[in-house]
């Protein structure tokens, strides 16, 4: 009895040991950083189906071999093999989707020849599918949050174009990530447009992703984040973690200029790009709707030398993370289907969990949905450094787009993963907040009056 009633006054000793900590901070009561999670989202998470996505990645198994080289020609195509046959089918899925919300989403390819060049013999078509959901707001439609995942896949070796290649792990569960996400969210209206992308070349060397965010890049796409879901299975070996899910977001950015790193340095700004404010991001999306996955963090771009499309947006300077299952087994990934000493390798659809897969797919749309509903980030986000001072004062321009009714300022010790306080600061452009921004690193962003909040943004120094 004594002992419990003792261990109870110690947990409230630490909460209140925890507020006045928050308090001395700035002098003024925090909450922690959250994000409120949509009902209408919500909703459409529920109807996220395993069924569904076990449909479609055993559908994409059966095209034999997605090989991004093999056949695409008409014939090909009608006999229901290779990765014209494959591409077809994906583009009258998502047509199929569209039908059901009545036209609600646009369904088009982006199609190039690749010439010849790592992994590519001869000029060969690559062609990305995807399927477009319009934002409803005029002011916030030309912003985009995009799912991605490869559509092609390969066996042991990359030139053998005839044997089978599944790929039910890597890529179909991705490919079915997409698929699930426009399926379910076609079903609601967003004011910022969501892309549901699926592309090929991926085994050869990113090429499809690579054309596709250049694309995106030329034609001046506001696009605030982009999910490369690969291999995201839940292979079942018994190492595997079926609660978790790998999220890999880079630090320093792939385009960071000298100047740019040169701050970074001074500042310690090398774990706040804008890809790893996605991954928090995911992270606070996780825990709003309580999904049965959690997103893991992994501060790197990328498994060991390891790589994929998520590169390609990053190269073009667009936010963009890796999601990945907890561990991956090797025997089923880019091997021919074949038993060797008594072991099964190939990429078969009985090692995918579609249950996880479904968690994954939930996810995605609630990532996609939450910042699709949310304001854009505030504009030129600025740390005052004029004086030296113990106070911090931050300056703003007010979000674009007119859905922002409040701000918000997030801070975190320098040596958290996470942003760790919140404090609401109204409908301003400015703030001062009695701490030192030598001891903590800080971000602001613009939220709305149902909480929905967009990625932050930490300052630059303004002088
Ligand atoms: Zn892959």
Not at 323 to 345: L, P
Not at 414 to 439: C, F, I, Q, Y
Request: hydrophobic share 40%; proline share 5%; with cysteine.
């Amino acid at each position: 009895m004594r002992k419990v009633r003792g261990f109870r006054l110690a947990g409230s000793v630490s909460v209140v040991g925890l507020v006045l900590a928050a308090m001395t901070h700035s002098g003024m009561a925090q909450s922690a950083p959250g994000l409120a999670a949509d009902g209408k989202i919500r909703a459409a998470l529920s109807d996220v189906s395993a069924r569904q996505i076990q449909a479609n990645i055993e559908k994409l198994v059966s095209f034999g071999t997605r090989s991004t080289l093999s056949a695409q020609d008409p014939a090909a195509i009608a006999s229901g093999r290779g990765i014209g046959a494959a591409r077809e089918w994906t583009k009258s899925e998502f047509e199929r989707y569209s039908h059901d919300c009545g036209g609600c989403l646009e369904v088009k390819t982006d199609s190039y020849t690749q010439e010849p060049g790592e992994r590519v013999q001869e000029p060969t078509v690559i062609t990305n599918v995807y399927a477009v959901l319009k934002g409803t707001d005029p002011e916030n439609a030309k912003r985009i949050v995009l799912v991605t995942g490869h559509y092609d896949s390969r066996n042991s070796d990359n030139y053998n174009i005839t044997d089978d290649a599944p790929g039910a792990n890597d890529d179909a569960s991705g490919t079915a990530v997409s698929l699930e996400c426009a399926r379910v969210l076609s079903k609601l209206k967003f004011p910022a447009t969501i892309v549901f992308l699926t592309v090929a070349g991926e085994e050869q060397g990113l090429y499809g992703s690579h054309h596709f965010a250049k694309m995106a890049k030329d034609q001046g796409w506001e696009l605030e984040a982009v999910l490369n879901n690969d291999i995201v299975g839940a292979d079942k070996s018994p190492e595997q973690d079926r609660s978790r899910i790998r999220v890999f977001s880079e630090g320093v950015p792939a385009v960071a200029t000298d100047p740019d790193l040169r701050r970074l340095r001074l500042l310690g700004g090398e774990s706040d790009s804008t890809s790893r404010q996605l991954a928090r991001y995911m992270v606070d999306v996780g825990r709003a709707f309580a999904l049965g996955v959690k997103p893991m963090m992994i501060f790197r771009p990328d498994r060991y030398l390891r790589g994929g499309d998520h590169f390609s947006f990053n190269q073009q300077g667009f936010a963009a993370v890796r999601i990945t299952e907890f561990r991956e087994d090797f025997h089923h990934q880019h091997q021919n289907v074949r038993m060797e000493n008594g072991i099964q390798y190939g990429d078969l659809p009985k090692f995918v969990d579609f249950e996880y897969v479904s968690e994954v797919a939930r996810l995605n749309a609630a990532t996609l949905g939450s910042l699709a509903a949310a304001p854009a980030p505030p504009a030129n986000v600025h740390l005052l450094t004029k004086d030296l001072e113990n106070d911090s004062t931050l300056a703003w321009d007010r979000s674009p787009g007119g859905l922002a009714t409040a701000y918000e300022v997030l801070w975190r010790a320098t040596t958290s993963p996470e942003w760790e306080h919140a404090e609401k600061v109204g409908n301003l452009t400015r703030t001062t907040l009695k701490m030192s921004k030598d001891n903590v690193i800080f971000a602001v962003r613009a939220c709305d009056q149902a909480g929905h909040c967009s990625l932050p943004v930490v300052p630059t120094p303004e002088r």
